[in-house]
């Protein structure tokens, strides 16, 4: 199957759904290139940046899965062409 390079912006508001997170970056590992972790404990944010070998779906069905947990938002940005 066709893989596209992605990076996935994740805003994580408060801790309610940390534990869950985790557990789905957890299940996706296999795609994961890299993530990196910012804390802004003044604003009670904290942002991830991901970056993503896989196909497609794949990454939809991440960032979906990730923006659907309360308090937390989630954007994938993909290449326009479609091959990396």
Do not use: Q
């Not at 604003?43 to 659907?68: F, Q, T, Y």
């Amino acid at each position: 199957m066709e893989t596209r390079i992605a990076a996935v912006t994740v805003l994580v508001e408060g801790s309610e759904s940390v534990e869950e997170l985790n557990h789905i970056l957890h299940a996706y590992a296999p795609y994961i290139l890299g993530r990196l972790g910012i804390p802004y404990r003044e604003k009670g944010l904290s942002v991830i940046c991901l970056v993503l070998d896989a196909p497609a779906d794949v990454i939809n069905a991440l960032s979906g899965k990730l923006g659907r947990l309360p308090g937390v938002s989630a954007k994938a940005v993909m290449p326009r062409g479609g091959k990396d």
